[in-house]
């Protein structure tokens, strides 16, 4: 069975920030899939729901795929991982042999661009990896978030010819010397900043960037930690669930 994969990059939140070319390739889709990972904040899939609503064509049809269990703390990780991903894989196809005709299309919907930070483009692989189905991958680009929040604050990510240097709060402290001059962070539960950074970096810092909930926050790292995060708390414990992203600069050298 031939089948088409289209991954679908629907930006970060705004239902105004997707694409002509998103909306057209929704068009023709059989059924669009949704990964249940259990951990997906509900006004998330809420607004995927929104954005189907808006541009898909009427009578649409959606399919959650809830992923299957994984143990945490197995004695061989790595080959836990690749049970794993192949019996994630095996329950796609079993759905796409269900649910899509031959030479169908299905989709997924991606928070903003497939290609950052997004498992979607691996599971892809892994269908077309670990199962008998003939598949054809086709990509929509997205905007990012990291375009959401340097829009948001009218900013450049790097001043002339500077390189740009983006990573998860987890990492943050293990960016090598001389690539930390802009590094954009994402994923980062903490505001890991408050441990890597100099008093004098700068940083624009978005919370729900692009959304009705949008907050941002700029200035140097000694005038504005604090605030940004007694604002992130509070903005977490308000609305249930917190998205946010920063962009964080040395001072010209
Ligand atoms: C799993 S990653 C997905 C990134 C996405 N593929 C992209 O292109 O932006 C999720 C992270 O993206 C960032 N993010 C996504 N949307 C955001 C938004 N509207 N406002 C602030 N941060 C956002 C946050 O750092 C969040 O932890």
Redesign the pocket.
Known sequence: MRITLRVI?IG??NPRQITLQAIDAMADVDAFLVLDKGNDKQSLLALRHEILGRYAPEGHRVIEVVDPPRDRHPDDYDAEVRRWHAARAGLFADVLRAEVPDRGVAAFL?????????STLRIVDDIAEHTDLSVEVDVIP?V???S??TAAHAITANRIGEPVHITTGRRLAATPAGADTNQI????GDLAFRRTADPDDHIWW??????DDEILISGTVSEVADEIARVREEARRRIGWI???YLVRKRSR
């Open positions: 990059g970060p939140g991606v928070w903003g661009d497939p290609a950052l930070y997004d997205g990012t978030s990291v959401a929040l962070v994402m994923l980062d978005g919370a729900y960037v692009g959304t998205m946010d992203i």
